[in-house]
């Protein structure tokens, strides 16, 4: 019964390289949700996915930064052309589909951008 | 989704009790009172949920107040690896059913 998976666990990318991030929910699990925490903040929402949508992007900057869950694989979180403030925990979460089902996260993605 | 409000800071002694204060004086009738924890730069883990009746599982207790304004998460005997950031969320029936975290309290579980 494995949690949230997420890799890498760490990711070193010099300025202007592509970041791609990956998240395996809990099995059952149809929802997926990414945060990010900067260093010594708070975690702040950026998109909510069910199976091959985007449900609210509403958190995530506009540009550079993409999300998808398709089908079959995990939900990636793909950020173009890294800056050195893109460096981060990014989190993923997984629920079922109810407000009384709980979201679990997964161990983060720490980005280092060089 | 209601705003919450908690102490920033909070220490227990290795052994007794923790009581975790949380306000959410807005909160609206279909919100439910969620509880996450993140020790050191772990992901967040949740702890405990309710919507009206208090709530007990293997790691806490969640009592809300008969008006649901406010709640207190409990953990009975607190040990040093209870020391973390304890947050406080209420999860609205909005689109996206997100979690919104705010500041918490940082809890120090002392020996």
């Known amino acids: 019964n494995a949690g949230v998976m997420q890799n890498p666990r760490h990711l070193v990318r010099r300025r202007g390289q592509e970041a791609r991030l990956r998240c395996s929910p809990m099995?059952?699990?149809?929802?997926v949700y990414w945060y990010r925490q900067l260093p010594e903040e708070g975690l702040k929402f950026m998109v909510y996915?069910?199976?091959?949508?985007?449900?609210?992007e509403s958190g995530m900057p506009k540009e550079r930064f993409s999300a998808e869950f398709p089908k079959e694989g995990p939900s990636i979180l793909r950020i173009q052309q890294v800056v050195r403030g893109d460096s981060a925990a990014y989190f993923c979460?997984?629920?079922?589909?109810?407000?009384?089902?709980?979201?679990?996260f997964g161990n983060g993605t720490r980005l280092t951008v060089t | 989704d209601a705003k919450t409000t908690q102490p920033p800071s909070m220490d227990c002694a290795e052994g007794r009790a923790a009581n975790l204060p949380c306000n959410h004086s807005?909160?609206?009738?279909?919100?439910?009172v969620y509880w996450y924890r993140q020790i050191h730069s772990q992901g967040p883990q949740y702890i405990i949920h309710?919507?009206?009746n208090n709530e007990t599982n293997e790691m806490a207790s969640l009592i809300i107040t008969e008006d649901r304004k406010s709640s207190t998460l409990i953990l009975p005997h607190a040990t040093l690896r209870d020391t973390a950031v304890y947050y406080c969320?209420?999860?609205?029936?909005?689109?996206?059913?997100?979690?919104?975290f705010g500041g918490g309290t940082r809890l120090m579980v002392k020996p």
């Open positions: 996915l069910q199976k091959e949508n985007i449900i609210d």
């Open positions: 979460a997984s629920s079922r589909d109810s407000i009384n089902s709980p979201l679990h």
């Open positions: 309710g919507l009206k």
């Open positions: 099995k059952g699990h149809s929802h």
């Open positions: 807005t909160i609206s009738g279909n919100e439910y």
């Open positions: 969320i209420v999860r609205g029936n909005n689109a996206g059913n997100m979690l919104t």
